[in-house]
């Protein structure tokens, strides 16, 4: 009898051991993640894009060789009309249609478009986060009022995306009159839809996970298992999106300076807004029009890159 | 079957009819009206309010819907405030375009990307699947109406393979019946007209599919690997049917359902690029025309166009959840 029971006592000692030394390797499911992610090297050369793009954002603007608004080409008489003149020693990469240093535009246009891209893609995170959160918990907790609040919640989501996010950019842009503001909300208000669905759905898978069950017979009350267990849990997908819609709003936000929406302050340079300028020199000069599309291509291949990498890497079935 | 189209209908019903009254305020919400971009800046406010009265723009917003839902009821969405002509008739005129390119836009992005992205899986770790990978994620990242310039520059006004612009040439005399350019040609036998058509639909379709072409390649791509590691694809492997067979009836008709999925969802985003592509290419199309409404503050037009391009929205969804039953037979719909 003693036999057996020290023998069992030991058994359980071993299990306990092993799972504390598997609580110290460290399972979460971030640090799981964090940690493949660097073995990607997608994730790697991503990473390496941004910091390069959020250093020149930060910090460009007081490197510059000129002033990204000074018409230098105009005063020194170099700009007559069909002429742009090119790269020459002082100006890496020319003039643009003012006559301002095309390189220098290009540095200081990536504050703005790091603006415009964070900001747009905050707007659509915080409101799409609220209704699909919202919606989430009211169809995952709430019962029938609840499925009913969700289901009018989800109705008019479903109207927004039948709408093309072109059409619904251009007319909130039209209601609020061309302006910085307006080009973030307009490319905001696009992606709410994503965030709502996304974090909805991820809720309603959470909600019949084993730690609700615990946590609701516990007696923790409904609002707080939804905000302090399910969301947290529910998270990764939506912020695996946002880095990947920071791609897509600095495209849409050159799309709707394209279409004559953008910012009308021209002097604060933007890559959309210079590439839409460019498209009327597109014959004398393609370059105005090459450097900033290729600035946005590389910015946005970056994002979703490191996007990518960060959905294989918080992918369960992935993981070992 | 059946009841399953019929209740998706009726779902419709709701959702139009909210998204009929959200879009009514919020466009009697934009600032200046149809009589400003008719009179401009001149109007006296007399001149503003004779207008606006024979609009009926005077009346409450509620009693100015209720007119509109009785006479959509008769499918009749009003008259153009800027062009003065029945908002269907416009539609019928310029939807045809824009169908046209969208419909080249997906025949590319799906004839290329399905037998790409499947490749691409089947050589997973080569070369053929570096370059696709590498291919699409560019092609999510380039700007649609930057790549339509580009294309234009080198194969239009470079290489002067392709016209750059509009949707046929003009001294073709060809016969309309349904202002779809290639459809015409091929009812009325006038094989040129058609031809001439259909090469301007190339390079604005190219430029359209990139993104589409993108998606469906990369969403192939992780559904065949998926299906690659079934427990039924091993199991035909094992019974000995040829690796063709095996190919074809279980990796490639299994893996097909997400990527149909992206294909319905694509649609929204295939109208928002087409805007873009059709300024690029003076293609006439309702891209332009929405837009020139929507700084006449053409209520009549901005509302029946957007609405229809809401139910296409939606039926074009229905027929992908439909499809889900012909391709896999497990799927049915109830």
């Not at chain 1, 007559?80 to 390189?103: C, K, N, S, V």
């Not at chain 1, 619904?168 to 609020?176: E, M, P, T």
């Amino acid at each position: 009898m003693t036999i057996t029971a020290g023998k069992k006592k030991e058994k359980l000692d071993r299990l306990a051991e092993l799972a504390g030394r598997d609580d110290e390797r460290g399972v979460s499911l971030w640090k799981e993640a964090f940690r493949r992610l660097r073995r990607n090297p997608a994730a790697i050369i991503g990473a390496v894009i941004l910091a390069i793009f959020v250093l020149v954002a930060l910090i460009g603007p007081f490197l510059v060789p000129y002033s990204p608004t000074d018409t230098i080409g105009i005063r020194e008489g170099l700009i007559r009309p069909g002429t742009i003149p090119g790269a020459d020693g002082d100006h890496w990469l020319g003039y643009d249609h003012q006559g301002r240093d095309e390189f220098s535009r290009l540095i200081v246009g990536a504050r703005q478009t790091l603006l415009v891209g964070v900001v747009s893609t905050l707007i659509g995170l915080a409101v799409g986060a609220v209704i699909g959160g919202v919606a989430g918990a009211a169809a995952g907790l709430g019962g029938r009022w609840g499925r009913a609040i969700d289901n009018a919640l989800m109705r008019v989501i479903d109207m927004m995306l039948a709408l093309p996010s072109l059409l619904l950019a251009v007319s909130i842009a039209a209601l609020l009159g061309a302006s910085l503001t307006t080009v973030m909300i307009a490319v905001g208000v696009v992606s709410v839809p994503v965030f709502a669905r996304l974090l909805r759905g991820s809720m309603i898978s959470q909600a019949n996970s084993d730690y609700v069950l615990a946590a609701t017979s516990l007696g923790v009350k409904k609002p707080k298992i939804a905000l302090s267990h399910v969301v947290p849990n529910s998270l990764a997908p939506v912020i695996v999106q946002a880095t990947l819609t920071l791609a897509t709003a600095i495209i849409e936000a050159a799309a709707l300076s394209f279409l004559g929406l953008g910012n009308p302050d021209t002097a604060v340079p933007e890559w959309g807004v210079m590439l839409a300028d460019a498209q009327q020199y597109l014959g004398i000069r393609p370059g105005l029009a090459i450097y900033p599309a290729v600035a946005i291509i590389i910015t946005a291949l970056g994002f979703t890159l490191l996007g990518e990498a960060m959905r294989e890497a918080l992918d369960p079935k992935l993981r070992k | 079957m059946f009841r399953f189209i019929v209740r998706r209908l009726l779902q419709l019903i709701p959702t139009l009819f909210g998204l009929s009254l959200l879009l009514f305020i919020w466009l009697r919400r934009l600032p200046g009206g149809p009589e400003t971009a008719i009179l401009g800046e001149r109007g006296t406010p007399e001149m503003r309010a004779a207008i606006r009265r024979s609009m009926g723009l005077d009346e409450p917003i509620l009693v100015q819907y209720g007119r509109f839902v009785r006479r959509l009821i008769r499918l009749d969405l009003g008259t153009s405030t800027s062009t003065k002509r029945s908002v269907v008739s416009e539609f019928l005129e310029r939807f045809p375009g824009t169908v046209e390119l969208t419909v080249t836009a997906l025949v590319i992005a799906i004839g290329v990307g399905i037998p790409l992205g499947y490749l691409a899986a089947r050589r997973r770790g080569r070369l053929l699947d570096h370059l696709s990978v590498g291919g699409s994620l560019i092609g999510i990242c380039i700007p649609v109406f930057f790549l339509a310039y580009v294309l234009k520059a080198i194969f239009s006004e470079n290489l002067g393979w392709f016209p750059s612009s509009g949707r046929q040439d003009p001294t073709i005399d060809a016969t309309r019946i349904t202002n779809f350019f290639v459809l015409d040609g091929i009812m009325t036998r006038e094989w040129d007209a058609a031809a001439d058509a259909i090469w301007h639909l190339v390079l604005p379709g190219l430029a359209l599919a990139s993104i589409p072409l993108a998606i469906i390649v990369r969403i192939t791509r992780a559904s065949v690997l998926e299906v690659l590691n079934e427990d039924f694809v091993r199991t035909a492997e094992a019974k000995g049917l040829t690796e063709r067979t095996v190919r074809r009836r279980h990796v490639l008709r299994n893996s097909l359902l997400p990527v149909v999925t992206s294909i319905g969802l694509l649609t929204g985003g295939l109208l928002s690029g087409a805007v873009l592509t059709e300024t690029v290419f003076a293609f006439t199309g309702i891209g332009a025309f929405i837009y020139d409404a929507i700084n006449q503050r053409d209520y009549p037009v901005l509302m029946g166009f957007i609405l229809i391009i809401a139910v296409v929205y939606v039926l074009v969804n229905l027929l992908v959840d439909l499809s889900y039953s012909l391709i896999d037979p497990r799927v049915r719909v109830r």
